[in-house]
C-alpha cells in the first residue's frame, strides 16, 4: 500500500487504463517514483515493459532502449525494412546501417504499436534523468506520438542539481510529488517502526521531511539504546542543513562499509556494470578473489536483488554508496577485472577509466568506439568516446581532431553547452601544435556553428572564411563557403553583411559543376544584399551528387525554386524531402521541409503547404532545431494571414520573430512580417500594411528574398487608398526582376500591376494580357486575386456578366485555397453586381475542415498508400493513421477510401 499518493495514483491509474499516452512523475530523491511505477505495473492488465536508467551508462547509446525491448525484439521482424534496420543497428544487433536517431523512434513507436495489437501495453522507464541520449529521444519521438493506440508510457525522473542528470520531456503531461503529510508520513512510520517509541518517531518525522525513502531507511540508523528512546542525540539531527537524501545515502554507504571486503568487491563490481549479466559479473567477481555467494550478505540487508538478469539495486543511492565506500584502489582493480571480462563496448570504457597518463591505444579503441556508436546513430554516445579519447591522446594534433569531433556530435545530439565547452578543450590544444588545414576547417565549422546557435551569424561567417582559407579539400571548402554566404544573408541587417559577402564570393574557387552552383549562389546573395532588384539564380534541377556536401544541396534546391516555373517548382523540393524520408535522416528533414514548404506556397498549393509546415514543425520541435522551427512558424503564419485566421496569424509571427530575434536571424522573422502585411491586405487594412511594409524595407529582415513577392501587394494597395504614385518605384523594380526572369508567373503579376496603375482604355487588356500568362504556368492565389481585381474593374465598368464569370472563378479558386477572407470579397463583389448568393458559411473547400494531420493522412489514402505506408511517410502509427481516417470520413461525407477518388486532393 502507497500512504497518501491516492490522488497520484488516480492520475497514473487514468493514464494506464484509457491505455494511450505519456506521463512524466518528477520529484527528488526518495520521494516515491518507483513505487508509484510498481504499483501501476502490480495492477495492470497489460503486457509491461520496463527500464532503470544508469548513470554509469549514460554514455552507451541505445542501452537504455535495448534493455525495455530486450523481451520483445523478435516481433523487429514485423516493422518495415527500413525501420527494422535502423532499429537493429542501433542495439548492435545488425549490420553496420547508420541510424538517424529519430528513425530508431519511429521504429520504437511502431513495434509498440504491433505488441499493442496483443493487447495493451506498458512501458515504465525509472530513473530517466540517467537514460543515454539516443534511448532517450527514441523513447521521447514515440511517446510524443502516442494517439490512438493501447500504449500508456510512464517516465520517472529525479529533480535536482546538474549532478542528476536532465530529463527534459517538452509536451509531455507531468506529475510532480511533494513531500508526503504528516498524516501520511505517520502511517508509513508506524508500519515500518512500530516499535519505536512515540518520541523517537516524532524526531525521526521531523527529519525526514515527509520522504518516504528516509522514513524507511532512517529507522535503520539509529542504535540500540536510540531504538528505546535514551536521550542520545540522533547523529543526523533535525538542525543540520544537510539535505535528508544526502543522510540516507551517508546512511547506505556506513551499512555498506561493514560489509566484509568480498561482499564490497561484488557490489563495486554491479554498480560499476549494472547490465552486464550474471556471467560477466561471475567471471569479474572471481578476479577479485570473490563469488556470486558474496553478494547474500548484501541482499539479506536489503540492498541488492540478484536474478538471472544480473543485479538490481534498491535504489539508486545504494548504487552511489557503494561508490564512495570503495577507495580508489578497489574502484581501479573493479575496471581492471572488469576490462577484462566485459563486451567490446564496455571494455574501452573501463579501460580508459584504468589509464590516467596519455595512452594512443586507449584513444585508439574509444575512437573506434566512437566510430562504432556514429554508425548506431548515438551522437550524445560518439561525443563522449571522442571526448575521452582526446584527453588520451599524447598527439595534439589528434587530440584537437577528436575534441573538434566531440564537439560535432554534441551539436549534433544538440548539446550546444557541451559542445562548447569542447570547442574550447580544442582551442586550448591547438595553442600548442600547428594544424592542418582540414584540422583547422574542421574546427571553424564546428565554431561557426555556435556562433550561429549564439545569436553571432556574421562571427560564424568569418570563423567560415578561415576555414575555407586554411583547407585545400575542394568539398570542404565548398562547404564552408555555401554556408558563409547563406548564413552571410540570412543575418539580420548589419552594417558588415555587404563586405562579409564579397568576401565570401572572393574565396569561392573556380570551376564547374559545384564549384559553379557555389559561385552563383554567393553571387547572388552578394548582389540581393546590394540591393538588385534581378539578381542571378541558379537554373536547372540539381542531381543527387553524394561528393556535393548537403548545405550546398540544400541552398542549391532553395534557390532554384526562385528561378522556375510553377511547373517544375515542386520537382527539387519534394526530391529532397523524399531522399531524407528514404534513408532515415530525420534529422535533416525540417530543413527539407522548409524549402518544400516555400515551393508549395509560391506555387499556390495552399493546403498541401499547411500540411507541410504542420509536420515539419512537430518534427523541428522534436528534434531539437529551433532555427527550422522558427522559420516553418513564419510561413504557418503566412499561410494563416491568407486563410483569415488573425490571431494564429499572429501567435505564430510572434514566435518566428522571437526565435529570430534571438539569434539575429532574418529568415523566420521575414516570412512574420510578411504574413501580418498580407493579413492587413486581406482584410482591407490597405494603409496598415503599407506602413508595415514601408517600415520592414528599413529593418532587420529588409535583404529577405520573400518582400519582392510583396512588391505587387504593395502597388494593390497603394492604388486602393488612391495613392497610386507611392508604388511606381516599386513597378519599376518589379518589372526589371519579371522581365531579367523571362517567366510567365512573374510576368503575369507585372501585367496585373500595371493594370491597377493604369487608365481604363489600357486596364482592360493588361488584365487579359495577365490571365494569358497565369494560363501558361498556373499559380491558383495569384491567378484568382487577378481575377479578383479584374472583376472589379469590369463591374465599376458596368460589365456586370463580364464581372461575374471572373468573380465566379475568384470566389472558387480561393473557397478551394482555404483563402476566408478573399473568398468573402469575391463574394461581396458579386453581390454588389447583382447576383443574390445563398449563405457562404459553408461554401469553402470541404477538405478546410479537416486538420493539418487529418488532411495529409486523407490524401496519401486517396493515393491507395496503406495505413502502414501513410504512417511510415508522417512519422505516426498505422493505428494513428487509421484514427485519423476514422474522424475525416464523416467530415468528408465519405464511407471508404475508395469513395476519397471524387474530391479534389490536389
Not at 544537510?242 to 568487491?265: E, H, I, K, N, Y
Request: proline share 5%; hydrophobic share 45%.
Amino acid at each position: 500500500m502507497l500512504h497518501g499518493r491516492q490522488a497520484e495514483q488516480s492520475v497514473i491509474a487514468e493514464l494506464v487504463e484509457g491505455r494511450c499516452g505519456a506521463l512524466v512523475v518528477r520529484g527528488e530523491a526518495g520521494i516515491g517514483k518507483s513505487a508509484l511505477l510498481e504499483c501501476s505495473a502490480a495492477g495492470a492488465r497489460a503486457q509491461v515493459l520496463r527500464v532503470s536508467g544508469v548513470e554509469s551508462e549514460a554514455d552507451l547509446p541505445f542501452a537504455a532502449l535495448h534493455l525495455l525491448l530486450r523481451p520483445v525484439l523478435e516481433h523487429v521482424e514485423a516493422l518495415p525494412r527500413q525501420q527494422a534496420e535502423a532499429l537493429r543497428g542501433a542495439l548492435g544487433l545488425g549490420g553496420a546501417t547508420r541510424g538517424d536517431r529519430f528513425l530508431v523512434g519511429l521504429a520504437t513507436l511502431n513495434l509498440l504499436v504491433e505488441l499493442s495489437a496483443a493487447g495493451p501495453v506498458l512501458c515504465l522507464v525509472d530513473d530517466a534523468q540517467w537514460l543515454d541520449g539516443e534511448s532517450a529521444d527514441a523513447l521521447l519521438f514515440a511517446a510524443r506520438r502516442l494517439h490512438a493506440e493501447p500504449v500508456a508510457v510512464l517516465f520517472a525522473a529525479r529533480d535536482g542539481d546538474v549532478r542528476d542528470g536532465d530529463f527534459p520531456a517538452r509536451g509531455l503531461p507531468e506529475l510532480r510529488l511533494r513531500e508526503l503529510d504528516a498524516e501520511a508520513a505517520g502511517n508509513l512510520l508506524a508500519e515500518r517502526a512500530a516499535d519505536l517509541p512515540p518520541t523517537v518517531r516524532d524526531q525521526l518525522m521531523a527529519e525526514a521531511g515527509g520522504n518516504p525513502l528516509a522514513l524507511i531507511e532512517l529507522p535503520r540508523m539509529l542504535i540500540p539504546e536510540q531504538r528505546k528512546g535514551a536521550m542520545a542525540p540522533l547523529t543526523f539531527f533535525a538542525g543540520t542543513a544537510q539535505p535528508v537524501t544526502d543522510r540516507v545515502l551517508m546512511g547506505f554507504r556506513d551499512r555498506v562499509s561493514a560489509f566484509p571486503a568480498a561482499t564490497r568487491s561484488c557490489l563495486l563490481v554491479a554498480a560499476l556494470d549494472h547490465h552486464g549479466g550474471l556471467e560477466v559479473l561471475a567471471r569479474a567477481v572471481s578476479r577479485l578473489g570473490a563469488s556470486l555467494v558474496d553478494f547474500a550478505e548484501a541482499e539479506r540487508a536489503g540492498l541488492v536483488r540478484v536474478g538471472p538478469d544480473g543485479v538490481a539495486f534498491h535504489h539508486p543511492l545504494v548504487r552511489t554508496a557503494v561508490l564512495l565506500a570503495c577507495d580508489i584502489g578497489d574502484r581501479m582493480a573493479a575496471h581492471q577485472a572488469l576490462a577484462e571480462t566485459a563486451d567490446d563496448d564496455r571494455r574501452a570504457w573501463h579501460r580508459a577509466a584504468l589509464t590516467l597518463q596519455p595512452d594512443e591505444e586507449v584513444a585508439g579503441e574509444l575512437e573506434n568506439l566512437a566510430l562504432l556508436a556514429l554508425r548506431r546513430g548515438g551522437q550524445t554516445a560518439v561525443s563522449a568516446a571522442y571526448a575521452r579519447a582526446a584527453e588520451l591522446s599524447p598527439d595534439p594534433g589528434r587530440a584537437v581532431r577528436r575534441w573538434t569531433a566531440a564537439a560535432q556530435a554534441a551539436i549534433e545530439a544538440g548539446l550546444w553547452q557541451r559542445a562548447g565547452e569542447l570547442v574550447t578543450r580544442a582551442r586550448q590544444r591547438a595553442e600548442t601544435v600547428t594544424l592542418t588545414g582540414s584540422a583547422q576547417a574542421e574546427l571553424a565549422y564546428v565554431r561557426a556553428k555556435l556562433e550561429v546557435e549564439a545569436g553571432r551569424p556574421l562571427d560564424g561567417v568569418r570563423l567560415l572564411h578561415d576555414g575555407a582559407e586554411a583547407t585545400d579539400d575542394l568539398p570542404s571548402k565548398l562547404s564552408l563557403l555555401a554556408m558563409a554566404g547563406y548564413y552571410t544573408w540570412a543575418s539580420a541587417s548589419h552594417p558588415d553583411q555587404l563586405t562579409l559577402a564579397r568576401r565570401t564570393e572572393e574565396l569561392c574557387p573556380d570551376g564547374e559543376g559545384p564549384v559553379e552552383a557555389v559561385r552563383t549562389v554567393n553571387h547572388s546573395f552578394r548582389r540581393v544584399l546590394e540591393g538588385d532588384a534581378t539578381p542571378t539564380l541558379l537554373s536547372g534541377r540539381p542531381e543527387r551528387d553524394d561528393h556535393i556536401p548537403y548545405e550546398l544541396r540544400c541552398l542549391q534546391v532553395f534557390q532554384g525554386i526562385v528561378g522556375k516555373d510553377i511547373a517544375g517548382m515542386l520537382d527539387a523540393p519534394t526530391a529532397l524531402v523524399e531522399e531524407c524520408r528514404v534513408e532515415g535522416r530525420l534529422g535533416r528533414l525540417p530543413q527539407a521541409m522548409v524549402i518544400l514548404a516555400i515551393a508549395e506556397v509560391l506555387g499556390g498549393r495552399h493546403p498541401s503547404a499547411r500540411a507541410t509546415v504542420a509536420t515539419g514543425l512537430a518534427l523541428a520541435s522534436d528534434v531539437g532545431q529551433p532555427m527550422w522551427r522558427g522559420y516553418l512558424a513564419g510561413i504557418h503564419a503566412w499561410l494563416s494571414a491568407v486563410a483569415g485566421a488573425q490571431e494564429e496569424c499572429e501567435a505564430m509571427a510572434e514566435q518566428a520573430i522571437r526565435d529570430a530575434d534571438h539569434r539575429r536571424w532574418m529568415p523566420g522573422a521575414g516570412w512574420g512580417e510578411c504574413a501580418r502585411a498580407i493579413l492587413d491586405l486581406g482584410l482591407g487594412r490597405y494603409e496598415a500594411m503599407l506602413d508595415r511594409v514601408d517600415r520592414a524595407m528599413s529593418g532587420p529582415t529588409s535583404h529577405a528574398f520573400l518582400w519582392r513577392y510583396s512588391w505587387p501587394d504593395y502597388i494593390e494597395a497603394a492604388v486602393r487608398v488612391g495613392k497610386p504614385r507611392r508604388a511606381q518605384d516599386l513597378l519599376h523594380s518589379l518589372a526589371a526582376s519579371a522581365e531579367a526572369a523571362g517567366r510567365t508567373a512573374p510576368l503575369a503579376l507585372l501585367q496585373r500591376a500595371r493594370a491597377l496603375l493604369s487608365p481604363d482604355s489600357a486596364a482592360g487588356a493588361l488584365y487579359e494580357r495577365a490571365l494569358d500568362l497565369h494560363a501558361q504556368d498556373r499559380q491558383p492565389f495569384d491567378e484568382a486575386r487577378t481575377r479578383l481585381v479584374y472583376g472589379e474593374w469590369l463591374r465599376r465598368n458596368r460589365r456586370r456578366a463580364e464581372a461575374r464569370t471572373q468573380l465566379q472563378a475568384a470566389m472558387e479558386a480561393f473557397d478551394q485555397l482555404g483563402a476566408t477572407p478573399w473568398a468573402a470579397r469575391a463574394a461581396t463583389e458579386m453581390r454588389a453586381t447583382g447576383l443574390s448568393l445563398p449563405d457562404r458559411s459553408q461554401a469553402a473547400d470541404p477538405l478546410a475542415v479537416l486538420t493539418s494531420q487529418e488532411l495529409q493522412v486523407v490524401r496519401l489514402a486517396a493515393t491507395g498508400a496503406s495505413n502502414r505506408e501513410i504512417g511510415a511517410r508522417l512519422f505516426l502509427s498505422p493505428r494513428t493513421v487509421a484514427s485519423h481516417l476514422y474522424k475525416a470520413f464523416p467530415k468528408l461525407g465519405v464511407a471508404s477510401r475508395a469513395e476519397l477518388a471524387r474530391l479534389e486532393l490536389a
